[in-house]
C-alpha cells in the first residue's frame, strides 16, 4: 500500500523526479575525476661543479592536490615533491639512467617519460698569465701573484714546483712572497706555477729568480756556492729527469765527510753555513729521479776568517 503511494506520487510530480534525477547527474559529485598532467624537457648533460635544476609543468582540472615523485634519484640531487623540481650540483662526473618523475592526484598518476642525466667534465683547461720579477736584493720583499681564470667557472688550486726555500705560496692565490737575506744570494732556476680546475692544469712558462748582494755581507762561517744546472747526462743524452744535487764538504781533499742532500733540482747555488774558520773543500754531484749520481765536480777551495 505504501509503495503504491509513493508511485502515484512520483507520478503526480513527473517533473520534479525527473528534474531532481537530472541535478543528480549533473551534479560535481556524480562526475568522473580525470587525470592531472605533466610535461617539461629535463637538461640531459650538467657540467661537473655547475647547479642543475629542472621543474616540470603540472595541472589539474579538477583542482585536486598534486604531490611528486621520483625514481632513481641522482644521489647528489635534492627533490620538492610539491612543485616536482629536481636540483643540485654534482661534485664527480657519472651518468645517471632511467629518472623518473611523476605527478598524482591521489587517484590518478601521469609520468614524465624516464631520462638520463650525464655529469661531464670541463671542455677547456684553466688560463694563467704574468710576469715575475727576475731579480730582487737580499733584504727587499719579493712578491709576484699570477692572473687566472677558468672558462668553465671551475674552482681553481695552483700549485708550485722548485720554489726557492725562502719563499711562502698560497695554494689558493697562486701569490708567492717572501723576503731573502744575504745567506740567500744566488739564483734560482726552473721554478714553475701551475693552475688546476681538478681535471685540465695550465702554467706558467718556467723561470728564475736572482737574489743579488746589493753590497750584503754573508755572516762569518757561510760560503755560497754555485754552478751552472747540467743539461745533459754523461753519454751526452738529453738530461730530462734532475731531481736535485749532493755537496759534499770537508776540511780535507781526501775526507769530504759532510753531505747536503739539495732536493730543489732549480737551484744553481746554494750556502753553506757555521763553517769554523779555515781551509774548506766542496764537490757536487747532480742527482736524477731514479737515484743515480753523477760523478764529482772539481774540488772548490775556499778560506773561511
Avoid at 517533473?15 to 541535478?23: G, I, R, T, W, Y
Avoid at 715575475?132 to 714546483?161: C, E, Q, R, W
Wanted: proline letters at 7%; charged letters at 10%; glycine letters at 8%.
Amino acid at each position: 500500500m505504501f509503495a503504491e503511494k509513493k508511485a502515484a506520487a512520483c507520478l503526480q510530480h513527473a517533473a520534479l523526479c525527473a528534474l531532481a534525477s537530472a541535478s543528480l547527474l549533473s551534479s560535481p559529485l556524480a562526475s568522473a575525476n580525470t587525470a592531472p598532467s605533466i610535461s617539461g624537457s629535463p637538461a640531459k648533460s650538467v657540467m661537473v661543479h655547475h647547479a642543475y635544476a629542472f621543474q616540470p609543468s603540472a595541472s589539474d582540472s579538477d583542482r585536486d592536490k598534486l604531490t611528486f615523485s621520483v625514481s632513481n634519484k641522482p644521489w647528489w640531487a635534492a627533490f620538492n615533491s610539491s612543485t616536482g623540481r629536481l636540483s643540485g650540483t654534482p661534485a664527480h662526473t657519472a651518468t645517471f639512467s632511467n629518472i623518473g618523475i611523476c605527478v598524482s592526484d591521489g587517484r590518478y598518476r601521469r609520468c614524465l617519460p624516464a631520462f638520463a642525466l650525464k655529469v661531464v667534465v670541463p671542455s677547456a683547461p684553466p688560463v694563467i698569465s704574468g710576469t715575475p720579477p727576475a731579480a730582487v736584493t737580499a733584504g727587499n720583499a719579493y712578491s709576484f701573484k699570477p692572473t687566472a681564470h677558468d672558462p668553465d667557472g671551475l674552482p681553481m688550486t695552483y700549485g708550485i714546483f722548485d720554489k726557492p726555500n725562502w719563499l711562502n705560496f698560497n695554494h689558493t692565490t697562486g701569490q708567492m712572497s717572501g723576503t731573502p737575506t744575504a745567506a740567500d744570494v744566488g739564483e734560482y732556476a726552473h721554478i714553475g706555477i701551475t693552475v688546476s680546475d681538478g681535471y685540465h692544469q695550465a702554467a706558467l712558462t718556467s723561470f728564475s729568480i736572482t737574489v743579488n748582494s746589493g753590497g750584503a755581507q754573508l755572516p762569518p762561517g757561510n760560503v755560497t756556492i754555485s754552478w751552472t744546472p747540467p743539461t745533459e747526462n754523461t753519454n751526452g743524452t738529453a738530461l730530462t729527469n734532475l731531481a736535485g744535487y749532493h755537496l759534499y764538504y770537508g776540511t780535507s781533499q781526501s775526507s769530504l765527510n759532510q753531505k747536503v742532500n739539495i732536493t730543489n733540482a732549480g737551484l744553481a747555488s746554494y750556502v753553506v753555513s757555521n763553517l769554523t774558520a779555515g781551509t774548506w773543500y766542496f764537490t757536487l754531484t747532480a742527482v736524477n729521479s731514479l737515484g743515480v749520481e753523477s760523478p764529482r765536480s772539481a774540488i772548490l777551495t775556499t778560506s773561511v776568517e
